[in-house]
């Protein structure tokens, strides 16, 4: 299956103060503030959702297309990339700005202060599929990014004809209730998280019963509680894999993602899919960053063995890198 995925691009910067915010803020100056931090590290990331998931999906053996903006100094985050198996033919590069950034500083109590520079994230909604690509997917997933290009999106699948995956996640709060019901009422599939659900159902008015008795598929991730999935009247149940350590939370969603994609494009079960998502968010949960855990697709099946039961279906995976060998 020939998947492309939309979404932010993006670098994290990372930053530690080894003090207190609070003892350099005077709340009575607050009106005239100028503050400097001293941090000792900083660290820069790949991130944005759209790499994140395929990132993990290429670990998997499959090759996704990117689509988003990104700007001059994509070029090392490109071939890193590509290294990995992504298709970036897709990328827009805009060399007029810098590509998406979120700097966050944190200081001794996980107090934090940051800043996101949307740079050629915002520039976005110029571009459709179809003006970088002649060959249209099997299925495309529409994760955050600009409100603009994500509606865009949605028209032009529809046009197309193309089914699509809607992710609005980190936007679900940006979105009004119109922009989420249009999305949700003409996507095949539906992701979000437990709090991103109530939100969702408080601003469009769907309820859950009606919606998983629909033709579409919601899913709902659980943080700790693992996942629900919903199909035309049936539920699965996604158990939590059991991690080594936990390190950093951050991207577990989208590794989430990228695994229950796996499973949609070889046809498997639902319940299969949505472990190995559940095992692929595990090793992002092991690691700091979106994109610093890694594993061979050998490992991973195996791994995968040791809780669960897949009836072979994994093979495939197994074969497949033979094959590419």
Not at 35 to 46: A, E, I, K, N, P
Not at 220 to 235: L, P, S
Request: glycine share 8%; aromatic share 10%.
């Amino acid at each position: 299956m020939d998947i492309l995925v939309t979404g932010s691009i993006a670098f994290d910067y990372l930053m530690r103060f080894p003090g207190k915010f609070k003892e350099a803020l005077l709340t009575d100056s607050i009106d005239k503030l100028s503050v400097s931090f001293l941090v000792d590290d900083m660290t820069r990331h790949y991130g944005g959702i759209a790499p994140n998931i395929a990132y993990t999906m290429a670990l998997l053996g499959a090759r996704p297309r990117v689509f988003g903006t990104a700007g001059r100094d994509f070029g090392d985050y490109q071939i890193w990339l590509e290294n990995v198996g992504v298709d970036t033919s897709t990328v827009v590069v805009l060399e007029d700005v810098f590509t998406a950034s979120f700097f966050a500083n944190t200081d001794i109590e996980n107090n934090q202060i940051a800043t996101f520079y949307a740079g050629a994230m915002g520039r976005a909604g110029e571009f459709g599929i179809r003006d970088v690509t002649n060959k249209m997917p099997d299925l495309v997933v529409i994760s955050p990014n600009a409100p603009d290009a994500m509606h865009n999106l949605i028209e032009e699948c529809m046009e197309l004809d193309i089914p699509f995956l809607y992710d609005p996640s980190q936007q679900t709060a940006r979105l009004d209730g119109d922009a989420l019901r249009h999305g949700i009422d003409n996507c095949k599939i539906l992701t979000c998280n437990e709090y991103e659900w109530d939100v969702i159902a408080n601003k469009t008015g769907l309820d859950l019963p009606s919606l998983a008795e629909s033709d579409k598929t919601l899913i709902i991730t659980r943080g700790k509680q693992g996942a629900h999935i919903y199909h035309q009247g049936e539920t699965h149940f996604i158990p939590t894999f059991k991690e080594v350590e936990i390190a950093d939370p951050t991207g577990v969603g989208d590794a989430f993602r990228a695994g229950l994609l796996i499973g949609l494009s070889h046809g498997w079960r639902w319940d299969v899919a949505g472990r190995i998502g559940s095992l692929a968010a595990t090793y992002v949960l092991e690691n700091i960053g979106t994109q610093n855990h890694y594993f061979t697709v050998e490992e991973f099946v195996q791994r995968y063995r040791t809780e669960f039961d897949d009836d072979g279906l994994l093979d495939i995976l197994l074969q497949k890198r033979e094959k590419s060998a």
